[in-house]
């Protein structure tokens, strides 16, 4: 298009930026008001007047005062406020150039429209703008018949073929005219920032397309007359390629031109294909015509089917060729894999070359059909924002080279499909998949097995995909039992010296793997050891699931450890009892001839209730007293220590020589706890009395309701939880790490 003459002054414009939605925060879109105002000032540095121009936003909270010292007169940006302004306000414009501006987001409607989003959108209602409307409207009566002798409409929206279960959600978007199209020779440029199924991607709170089309406006000179669209059009074109290739986006601006010389209309795709993408293009040319000619008609089906699929119109020949075909799922993103499976659908005795869907990978890079995708976006879109956090783990633990950025449903789907197949393997996409699908278990984990093992059916991979749904599900029940047994293990020695200081090792443990975090043989204060294992429990812990064991001297028991600080000095202290379940352990009076015992009753916890403790009495004090009471319920999982301070150590001593694996008792100086209180406290009164294995955490939740209140009663309950299968590591593991 060449350089046109023209007065810059006689120039109108409609700008529309729609950033906030009823929707919520997940709809609200940062960046289309900035860019609003960016095609105004270089509007008005042409010198188009201000008050040529009609700017209607909806804008975040953040950008409207910039939005108000840019155009303080701006209008809402609601549906009746644009309707008024494009049905009814264009009609008084004097003018010969009108440039239509969108920023927004965008969706595909039923049929295939391009709908553009009102700020009444709302999560389960998306109302919008029909974007060939607004192009239809530029032929109409809506425009003065002799003004407005051009159009530029720009509009940087998505494209985007919805998820199945959300599309349905979509209103059939909003006609602004039904009139008759009495000007149709009206020359309009318009300029779209992504293909019919794409992403207008945003980068720096801006819209990409917007940012590089600004520049080469800019480019094009601040001044004067004369702006050639064409060569705005080409270095559009050119800054993409270059973005393409240097940060592998797939955006495809486009543009539909009818021109000011009243040229043919023409159809901007991508740039050409190289040589290599035009011989994988043949072949796939070939393949399909291969297809289509084992018997008659079967183009016309393969093409209804496609628009099943596809958002734009079908080829206007019919029956479509193979190349008619190719060139459409070209247009599509998935578009090549979704033509292969609906040809192998429509004749399921010849199956596709696996060289076809490999020549796939050469032009889309892409092996999901479209309704594959579609649905993969709308079970992670289910998933909560830990769900999809658990799939990007599981792909960076079984593919360390896999680029995971993003959780959000789409950028996750599109990083997982990025992990390529490798040719006739199950795709490492099945395998993600499959691996969190059964570490997590819920409703939607099921459904993406459902997903995978449908995925690997079309690819003719079944044994394979089931092999690997054995395998993680060998893993899953190997991670569940670690975790299920994550532990860190304490030993503090007996105190020495002034100061009661000690010397002390740590150990991370899970299932039997055991590693060495630390190793102090010289003597610390108990300020240095707590200080040193809350910075260990930091980097090593996880709040509320790991179980912390301290093994001490049986004179140490009273040591209190779950009240030792977390983070002290800080405005978020709290106790070490109150973020994990934290137990002490004894081993020093377990001996040898004397184990079966501890092993048989902790044999019972696994069955038991808080119900089946035995209750020692405040008044069963000696160490002969407390062994003939213990030894009328020889199968007693542990005990209740009742007694007071004076006779525990006495108390302690019988249990532990005994082999009672669990004892729980009230630390306080003399325990004000009375027997039904502590009852109460174990859940013993309850209906149903607590499984005895959830114990350490119940307690854990006691300290939390207690932290901050010296005088709750769970403050002070102590538990010895001596698990003779979890022992210390040996002598070998003791070094310092």
């Not at 089309?213 to 059009?233: E, K, N």
Request: hydrophobic residues 40%.
């Amino acid at each position: 298009m060449t350089a046109v003459e023209h007065d810059w002054r006689r120039t109108h414009a409609v700008i529309v930026a729609v950033e906030r939605y009823n929707g919520g925060d997940e709809l609200n879109l940062d960046g289309p008001v900035h860019d609003a105002i960016g095609m105004r000032t270089w509007l008005t540095g042409r010198g188009v007047p201000p008050e040529n121009i009609q700017l209607l936003a909806s804008p975040m909270e953040r950008n409207r005062a910039a939005l108000e010292a840019a155009h303080p007169g701006y209008r809402p940006a609601e549906r009746a406020d644009v309707r008024k302004v494009f049905r009814e306000g264009l009609r008084e414009i004097d003018g010969d150039w009108l440039w239509i501006y969108w920023a927004g987001h965008g969706v595909q409607a039923p049929g295939g429209r391009w709908s553009l989003l009102y700020p009444e959108t709302s999560n389960t209602d998306l109302l919008g703008l029909d974007a060939d409307s607004l192009v239809d409207l530029m032929r109409t009566e809506h425009l003065p018949w002799d003004g407005m002798d051009r159009v530029t409409v720009i509009i940087d929206a998505c494209r985007q073929a919805l998820p199945t279960g959300t599309h349905e959600l979509v209103d059939d978007p909003d006609l602004l005219t039904k009139s008759a199209q009495i000007r149709p020779e009206r020359p309009v440029y318009w300029m779209r920032a992504c293909q019919a199924g794409a992403v207008a991607k945003e980068r720096q709170g801006a819209g990409r397309f917007t940012s590089v089309l600004l520049r080469q406006l800019h480019a094009a000179g601040t001044g004067g007359t004369a702006l050639d669209l064409g060569r705005v059009w080409e270095g559009v074109r050119g800054e993409f390629d270059r973005l393409r290739a240097e940060e592998d986006i797939d955006q495809y601006p486009t543009v539909f031109v009818s021109d000011w010389s009243g040229n043919e209309n023409k159809y901007s795709w991508p740039p050409p294909l190289d040589e290599e993408q035009r011989q994988t293009r043949q072949r796939l040319v070939l393949e399909t015509a291969s297809h289509l000619e084992a018997r008659p008609g079967r183009a016309a089906g393969v093409a209804a089917r496609l628009c099943e699929e596809f958002t734009t119109a079908p080829p206007a020949a019919v029956p479509p060729t193979a190349d008619d075909l190719v060139d459409w799922a070209l247009a599509h993103p998935h578009g090549l894999v979704t033509l292969l499976a609906v040809l192998a659908e429509q004749a399921p005795g010849r199956p596709i070359r696996p060289a076809s869907y490999e020549a796939c990978h050469v032009l889309q890079s892409q092996w999901l059909t479209s309704g594959e995708y579609r649905t993969l976006v709308t079970l992670l879109g289910r998933l909560d924002a830990r769900g999809r956090y658990g799939v990007a783990e599981t792909a960076r633990e079984l593919f360390t080279a896999a680029d995971v950025p993003s959780t959000e449903p789409v950028a996750l789907a599109d990083s997982l499909e990025a992990l390529l197949p490798t040719p006739h393997r199950l795709p490492q996409l099945l395998r993600v998949v499959e691996h969190f699908a059964a570490l997590d278990g819920g409703a939607v984990a099921g459904e993406l097995r459902d997903w995978s093992l449908a995925c690997a059916r079309r690819l003719g991979l079944e044994p394979a995909l089931r092999d690997r749904r054995a395998e993680a599900q060998e893993h899953a029940a190997r991670v569940r039992v670690a975790a299920a047994d994550r532990r860190i293990q304490i030993r503090l020695h007996a105190p020495s010296g002034p100061g009661q200081r000690r010397a002390y090792e740590v150990w991370s443990r899970s299932g039997e793997e055991v590693g060495a975090l630390a190793k102090v043989d010289s003597p610390a204060s108990l300020e240095e050891i707590q200080a040193r294992i809350d910075a260990l429990l930091a980097a090593h812990g996880r709040v509320s699931e790991t179980l912390v064991e301290f093994f001490v001297p049986s004179t140490d028991l009273e040591l209190g450890v779950h009240r030792w600080p977390l983070d002290a000095s800080r405005p978020q202290e709290r106790a070490l009892g109150t973020d994990f379940p934290v137990v002490l352990r004894c081993v020093e009076l377990r001996q040898s001839q004397r184990r079966h015992l501890w092993e048989r009753r902790w044999k019972q916890v696994a069955t038991a209730t808080t119900g089946d403790l035995q209750w020692l009495p405040a008044e069963v004090t000696g160490f002969k007293q407390v062994r003939a009471a213990i030894e009328r319920q020889e199968t007693a999982p542990g005990a209740v220590v009742a007694a007071p301070r004076a006779a525990r150590e006495a108390v302690f001593t019988a249990c532990l020589f005994d082999g009672l694996p669990v004892l729980v008792w009230d630390s306080d100086a003399e325990p004000a706890l009375t027997d039904e209180k502590l009852k109460e406290l174990l859940g013993i009164t309850e209906p149903s009395e607590p499984q005895l294995e959830s114990l350490p955490r119940r307690l854990r939740k006691l300290r939390l309701e207690s932290d901050g209140n010296e005088s709750h009663p769970g403050r002070h309950l102590a538990l010895l939880w001596d698990d003779p299968h979890r022992p210390l590591p040996g002598q070998l593991d003791l070094s310092a790490p």
